[in-house]
Nanobody, 120 residues
Framework: QVQLVESGGGLVQAGGSLRLSCAASGIIFSINTMGWYRQAPGKQRELVADISSGGTTNYVDSVRGRFTISRDNAKNTVYLQMNSLKPEDTAVYYC??????????????WGQGTQVTVSS
């Protein structure tokens, strides 16, 4: 009933920037926390950043100060501005949203993933 569509990934040189977007659509009553996860080959998926419905943010230490998460509640969209990118940021990035589809039910949804590759 809910789909998350991601965009903005690509190839960039070290020190460059990318902006990821994730738009939720479908039967949405409200969205609680939205976030970005990433998974590099051979590594576990990790939380990169998340943002609550009220705007409170959280970042993994390795991206703090370089990445900025934001959201537009009117558009049901979350963004991840990534600056000063490093090769170790290379991964598939996944959007996640805790969506309440009715007054009585909520569920986590995932985007399809978008590849971010940072060359040295």
């Amino acid at each position: 009933q809910v789909q998350l569509v991601e965009s903005g990934g690509g190839l960039v040189q070290a020190g460059g920037s990318l902006r990821l977007s994730c738009a939720a659509s479908g039967i949405i009553f409200s969205i609680n926390t939205m976030g970005w996860y990433r998974q590099a080959p051979g590594k576990q998926r990790e939380l990169v950043a998340d943002i609550s419905s009220g705007g409170t943010t959280n970042y993994v230490d390795s991206v703090r100060g370089r990445f900025t998460i934001s959201r537009d509640n009117a558009k049901n969209t979350v963004y991840l501005q990534m600056n000063s990118l490093k090769p170790e940021d290379t991964a598939v990035y996944y959007c996640n949203a805790d969506v309440r589809s009715s007054y009585y039910n909520s569920k986590y949804y995932w985007g399809q993933g978008t590849q971010v590759t940072v060359s040295s």
